[in-house]
């Protein structure tokens, strides 16, 4: 069995789940729901096996690429342009921004906060008393 696609994907894990609910398994359905695990577990691997290797916004323009899109598209989930050129940047988006990007990307969100990816800037105080090196 091999997942070859998101939407096989999206239909594999929601097989796994029904299998998960189940009290008890009889023998064809615990191979079955070992069979879908792997194959889950194997596309995961496959699909984010660059993410080790890029910046978080590298993996992001590939994305954008791979999908004719561009930066100006990802509007909608950055609410702005200058949130946009932001996070290119290298600034850290809000939280909000992170849940949006992980379910329209499909990614982890590991991504936005593993520091060999995405360093994320300590936090100081400015004169002023307010926090800055984040965005929340």
Known sequence: MR?????ELDIAIAQLDLFLEKEELNTVEHIFKDALTDAIEAYED???S???KLSVQEYLLSELEEQGLQ???LIPYFGSKQSISNFFAGKHPSKD???RL???FNVPATLFFNQDNYPIQPITPTS????KGMNS
């Open 50 to 52: 660059d993410l080790g």
């Open 46 to 48: 496959e699909r984010f």
């Open 3 to 7: 997942i070859k696609n998101d939407n």
């Open 97 to 99: 921004i992170i849940a």
């Open 102 to 104: 992980v379910q329209y």
């Open 71 to 73: 930066k100006q598209d």
């Open 128 to 131: 002023s008393g307010h926090s």
